[in-house]
């Protein structure tokens, strides 16, 4: 008789979903799938818009990464538009974009996942938060707050407002920095590198004890694809794609972001409004591939700066695991701010970011647009077919966590068979489907265009949809 | 010997300017910033979140302005004790927590209130029902006579 196991909602992501675990007659896990149950519809109500107000609209996907779709937006509006925007846009938008990896892994790090390492998997639900990190490690916590803070002020200082900040135009950006404005986040750079520090020398501290995890939060291997500089250095704005595999062989390159189609295929499946984006050569499924911190850290050559330089190095050091296990998206995600502070660093002593040559503009002088960037969570693709009068006739998005969903789903799957052996659901098992799937950091606000709110449920279902056992939480 | 001074007041207004009412907080916080008064600091914010504690810290009163559906009142302002009674938290917090974690985490507590004023509409669109505009000068004049008189 087959079983099933659903988790409904997953909690501390951004956004709603549930997962079903689905058992075999003796009662070990066969499957699992991710459901993602909202649909909001952006791709279909922006037709018909303007591509200038795109980057307005398309920001109001997430209000987490509202800056993401902002600058893969206007870099479709950009191409649409036929320029070339001046050097101190597109720094400024590098800018911007650095601000905003640093904010959102500093919420998924220091906020969302710390609690569950400091203060154990198994800790109380109710305080294993922000709130009980700062009671575990007041230091962290408080560090973790600053920057996050730090980089929603330079979206602020930017943008005018730290969420749906409209600063960034087709063309390029509608003003610089100032001066007050870069002494200031120049200044705060030397604390923020030390709470990076802290944590990634106390995360390194603690793989011995979380052993089991990293074998089991997503432990295979896959390809691996993001944005990388022509010199194999990380990248995050620019760049051409690459696909590497768990050896770190490099299976496509050089690909130009505006050919994403003839690699990338998106399946939909009954269960979900997430697609499941694959690798076209190789199939469906088999094309799974994985995007985001820890895809960045392993198909990049070097970070480009010296500290991140020196991790990346390291990371890669700690030899197979490092490119098959999820567990070690946290791990890339601090390389990745620390990279970012260095770049942030590097960036206040460029006087093009006070240049007031920051804008380029143009009307519709080409019919299709596509922009990618890399987003926290992975490589983020705009797409638009326009009219002559630069009306939406057409538009895709490809998300970052859509593109994990097929990893998410083996993950959960990982995990479960690791945990569960009986008709019984064991305790800690929920708590690390949870953990194992918050590596991915998903946000379902972006994949689906979706958004919700939830507490946790998990039913063991048999073959005939009955509920044999049940877990409630919140 | 020191002055005593007036004590300094943060307003945090916040709520979904795209919720039609749910947007009263903003509103509110926007009317005190034109003020330009020399104690009042304002945030406008979509939600609560921890990187709030430390502003929270700095000051010595912070008053939380929130619309609510459902009172019997139309607009109400109570005192908010540091709490973490509910978690989890991470990009949204209560007040109570805020508060908490602006003592646990930055040393200071300041005396705090919270201002909710009902609103009608919180559908789809941007600007304040009719009545809810009323009840925000209300409360206004409330949270004013409260504080700054």
């Given at each position: 008789m087959t079983k099933r196991v659903v988790i409904d909602p997953v909690t501390r992501i951004e956004g709603h979903a549930k997962i079903s675990i689905f058992l075999d007659d003796d009662g070990q896990v066969n499957d699992a799938w991710f459901h993602v149950a909202e649909f909001r519809g952006f791709e279909k109500f922006c037709e018909g818009r303007p591509f200038t107000e795109m980057a307005g609209i398309t920001a109001r996907v997430c209000g987490i990464c509202p800056v993401s779709h902002l600058?893969?937006?206007?870099?479709?509006?950009d191409e649409i538009m036929a320029v070339r925007i001046p050097p101190a846009a597109e720094k400024l938008r590098r800018l911007l974009n650095l601000g905003q990896l640093t904010q959102s892994h500093a919420l998924s790090f220091f906020h969302l996942s710390a609690p569950d390492l400091l203060l154990g998997f198994d800790s109380d639900p109710k305080t294993r938060n922000v709130f009980?990190?700062?009671?575990?490690n007041e230091q962290l916590a408080r560090g973790g707050i600053r920057l996050r803070q730090f980089g929603q002020e330079i979206i602020e200082a930017l943008g005018g407002q730290k969420i749906h900040p409209a600063w960034v135009a087709p063309g390029g950006v509608r003003g610089p920095l100032t001066e007050e404005q870069r002494d200031y986040i120049r200044g705060r750079i030397p604390d923020m590198q030390t709470t990076t520090k802290t944590a990634l020398d106390l995360f390194k501290g603690l793989f011995d004890k979380y052993k089991e995890e990293v074998d089991t939060f997503g432990n295979f291997p896959s390809l691996f694809m993001g944005l990388v500089a022509d010199d194999g250095t990380w990248e995050h704005y620019g760049g051409k794609l690459r696909f590497v595999d768990s050896d770190g062989k490099i299976v496509a390159d050089k690909i130009d972001p505006s050919r994403y189609e003839e690699f990338i295929g998106e399946k939909v499946e009954s269960y979900s409004y997430l697609k499941s984006p694959y690798y076209k050569p190789l199939g469906y499924p088999d094309g799974i591939y994985r995007v985001g911190p820890m895809a960045r850290i392993l198909l990049s050559e070097r970070m480009g700066t010296p500290l991140a330089d020196k991790e990346q190095a390291e990371y890669k050091q700690r030899g197979q695991v490092a490119s098959t296990t999820s567990f070690y998206y946290l791990y890339a995600r601090l390389i990745e701010i620390l990279c970012c502070l260095e770049r942030i660093e590097k960036m206040m002593s460029d006087p093009d970011i006070l240049s007031p040559h920051f804008r380029a503009k143009a009307g519709v002088n080409q019919f299709e647009g596509i922009g990618a960037s890399e987003a926290p969570r992975g490589t983020l693709f705009h797409h638009y077919n326009v009219d002559e009068h630069?009306?939406?006739?057409?538009?895709?998005?490809?998300?970052?966590?859509?593109?994990?969903?097929?990893?998410?789903?083996?993950?959960?799957a990982q995990i479960a068979k690791h945990y569960i052996t009986g008709p019984e659901i064991p305790e800690g098992m929920l708590n690390r489907v949870e953990a194992g799937f918050r590596a991915?950091?998903?946000?379902?606000?972006?994949?689906?265009h979706a958004f919700g709110e939830m507490p946790l449920r998990v039913e063991l279902l048999n073959a005939e949809g009955q509920v044999v056992h049940e877990v409630t939480r919140g | 010997m020191p002055t005593s001074r007036e004590p300094d007041i943060l307003i945090i207004g916040y709520g979904k300017t795209l919720r039609r009412d749910d947007?009263?907080?903003?509103h509110i916080a926007q009317i005190l910033e034109s003020w330009e008064h020399p104690r009042l600091r304002t945030h406008i914010a979509h939600q609560l979140t921890p990187e709030l504690a430390e502003p929270i810290s700095q000051t010595d009163v912070v008053v939380f302005v929130d619309a609510c559906r459902e009172s019997e009142t139309e607009y109400e302002m109570r005192e908010v004790s540091p709490g973490l009674d509910r978690g989890p938290s991470f990009h949204s917090a209560r007040p109570e927590a805020l508060v908490a974690l602006a003592l646990e985490l930055f040393g200071h507590a300041p005396q705090a209130w919270l201002l909710t004023v009902k609103g009608e509409d919180f559908s789809l669109g941007e600007g304040l029902n009719v009545e809810t505009q009323r009840r925000a000068v209300a409360a206004i004049e409330l949270l004013a006579g409260e504080l700054l008189e």
């Amino acid at each position: 008789m087959t079983k099933r196991v659903v988790i409904d909602p997953v909690t501390r992501i951004e956004g709603h979903a549930k997962i079903s675990i689905f058992l075999d007659d003796d009662g070990q896990v066969n499957d699992a799938w991710f459901h993602v149950a909202e649909f909001r519809g952006f791709e279909k109500f922006c037709e018909g818009r303007p591509f200038t107000e795109m980057a307005g609209i398309t920001a109001r996907v997430c209000g987490i990464c509202p800056v993401s779709h902002l600058i893969a937006s206007v870099k479709a509006g950009d191409e649409i538009m036929a320029v070339r925007i001046p050097p101190a846009a597109e720094k400024l938008r590098r800018l911007l974009n650095l601000g905003q990896l640093t904010q959102s892994h500093a919420l998924s790090f220091f906020h969302l996942s710390a609690p569950d390492l400091l203060l154990g998997f198994d800790s109380d639900p109710k305080t294993r938060n922000v709130f009980g990190l700062a009671q575990a490690n007041e230091q962290l916590a408080r560090g973790g707050i600053r920057l996050r803070q730090f980089g929603q002020e330079i979206i602020e200082a930017l943008g005018g407002q730290k969420i749906h900040p409209a600063w960034v135009a087709p063309g390029g950006v509608r003003g610089p920095l100032t001066e007050e404005q870069r002494d200031y986040i120049r200044g705060r750079i030397p604390d923020m590198q030390t709470t990076t520090k802290t944590a990634l020398d106390l995360f390194k501290g603690l793989f011995d004890k979380y052993k089991e995890e990293v074998d089991t939060f997503g432990n295979f291997p896959s390809l691996f694809m993001g944005l990388v500089a022509d010199d194999g250095t990380w990248e995050h704005y620019g760049g051409k794609l690459r696909f590497v595999d768990s050896d770190g062989k490099i299976v496509a390159d050089k690909i130009d972001p505006s050919r994403y189609e003839e690699f990338i295929g998106e399946k939909v499946e009954s269960y979900s409004y997430l697609k499941s984006p694959y690798y076209k050569p190789l199939g469906y499924p088999d094309g799974i591939y994985r995007v985001g911190p820890m895809a960045r850290i392993l198909l990049s050559e070097r970070m480009g700066t010296p500290l991140a330089d020196k991790e990346q190095a390291e990371y890669k050091q700690r030899g197979q695991v490092a490119s098959t296990t999820s567990f070690y998206y946290l791990y890339a995600r601090l390389i990745e701010i620390l990279c970012c502070l260095e770049r942030i660093e590097k960036m206040m002593s460029d006087p093009d970011i006070l240049s007031p040559h920051f804008r380029a503009k143009a009307g519709v002088n080409q019919f299709e647009g596509i922009g990618a960037s890399e987003a926290p969570r992975g490589t983020l693709f705009h797409h638009y077919n326009v009219d002559e009068h630069g009306l939406i006739q057409k538009c895709n998005l490809l998300i970052a966590t859509g593109q994990n969903n097929l990893a998410m789903n083996r993950t959960v799957a990982q995990i479960a068979k690791h945990y569960i052996t009986g008709p019984e659901i064991p305790e800690g098992m929920l708590n690390r489907v949870e953990a194992g799937f918050r590596a991915f950091d998903p946000c379902l606000s972006c994949s689906t265009h979706a958004f919700g709110e939830m507490p946790l449920r998990v039913e063991l279902l048999n073959a005939e949809g009955q509920v044999v056992h049940e877990v409630t939480r919140g | 010997m020191p002055t005593s001074r007036e004590p300094d007041i943060l307003i945090i207004g916040y709520g979904k300017t795209l919720r039609r009412d749910d947007g009263v907080g903003p509103h509110i916080a926007q009317i005190l910033e034109s003020w330009e008064h020399p104690r009042l600091r304002t945030h406008i914010a979509h939600q609560l979140t921890p990187e709030l504690a430390e502003p929270i810290s700095q000051t010595d009163v912070v008053v939380f302005v929130d619309a609510c559906r459902e009172s019997e009142t139309e607009y109400e302002m109570r005192e908010v004790s540091p709490g973490l009674d509910r978690g989890p938290s991470f990009h949204s917090a209560r007040p109570e927590a805020l508060v908490a974690l602006a003592l646990e985490l930055f040393g200071h507590a300041p005396q705090a209130w919270l201002l909710t004023v009902k609103g009608e509409d919180f559908s789809l669109g941007e600007g304040l029902n009719v009545e809810t505009q009323r009840r925000a000068v209300a409360a206004i004049e409330l949270l004013a006579g409260e504080l700054l008189e």
